[in-house]
């Protein structure tokens, strides 16, 4: 079984308490906490051999480019990726997602194209998309959410069916239902209709064992601080041809093969869309972070994570007035809630008064809480280091809030 106890002693910021009690950290989908070795990584390279990388030829730069391709060889190897020249650094999810919406959509799609979402989608794998419609005339359309937080498959198939989508764009994990989708069996789907498929791995990256070639999907993207890694640092893992075939997102330094004064032509992938100075110090955290989830017994991580998320929902369930968000088999620890009486951001305030950290409001999914029917939520998020008695603090303090809120103290 995994060892939390002893996991959560690796993360230095779970050692303190706050507001007077021990830290409980349920905001794990928003970003996690990182270990004292992604910490001590980044603070190491910038005490040893800071430098600018790609550029120039002295010691410093050579080191720091050599860690800096270390970490594309093994996020290669462990998000399964072809070769490591299909893996591109990009801040995080949305600008991977924006990256592809620019460098391919804005190149291949044509009016009357569909590009194909779902009603359960993160701001940042719709709003790219939007963007990009009204740049090319292209159409959106939607798979829908049913009742237990699912995709509705036929519905995909129904729109796949006017032969006009180019690309079905999907979440992996929803960071409000919690939902796991199909995406292999999607992917398989869009190809079938001739389109290209787009997973958006922010929530699953974290949890779920990933193999894009498994998952046979066209681009990945997810975010490197929600994996136990640094802030400012993210992927995109996407299929040779595809990459080789699309424009340059953004234009700069390092990106390019020769420039003249009017037009330039561009280096080799993935450079082709690395412009400008990356953020090397957290590449090479998310390199420390990487390694990390690979000599942990991530199967175990998983079985933990779903042991604690089915009690949580128990627990949740049996509170009056307490009103859980999707039913999904396949879910993460991800736990949106709303409670009779009590407003997600009261309830998220008077929680932080006994040192435990949710999120609440619209989780950046605004048309999924409308097709929720509700404003807002509160949503409990789990990690490796979560501990059944986090889940006893959160219950407890729900209890609290209700009394504290519908009936005066
Ligand atoms: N969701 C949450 O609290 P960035 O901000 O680029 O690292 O990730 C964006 C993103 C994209 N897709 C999904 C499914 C996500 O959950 C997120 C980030 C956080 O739910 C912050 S809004």
Redesign the pocket.
Known sequence: MWDAETARRDFPVLQQTVRGRPLVYL?N???SQKPAEVIQTVCEYYGTCNANVHRAFHYLAEEATRRYEDVRRRAATFFGAATPREVVFT???????NLVAWGWGRKFLRPDDAIVLTEM?????LVPWQLIAAATGARLRFVPVTPEGTLDLDALDRLLADGRVRMVAV??????LGTVNPVAEIARRAHRAGALCLV?G??SAPHLPISVRDLDCDFY?C?G??MYGPTGV?LLIGRTPILEAMNPFMGGGEMIDRVELEHSTWAEIPHKFEAGTPNISAVIGLGAAIAYLERADRAAILAWEEHLTDAALQALAALPGVRLFGSAPQRLGVISFTVDGVHPHDLAQFLDGEGIAI?AGH???QPLMRRLGVPAVS?A?LALYNMPADLDRLVAAIGRARTYFCHGT
């Not at 801040?91 to 997602?97: A, F, K």
């Not at 989608?121 to 794998?125: M, P, Q, T, V, Y």
């Open positions: 905001d989908a928003a970003t801040r995080g999810t949305t600008e991977s997602i989608e993160h701001h940042s794998n979440t992996h994990a929803s960071n409000v958006d922010a929530q993207a975010s601080h929600k993210g999120r989780l950046c999914c949503r998020s």
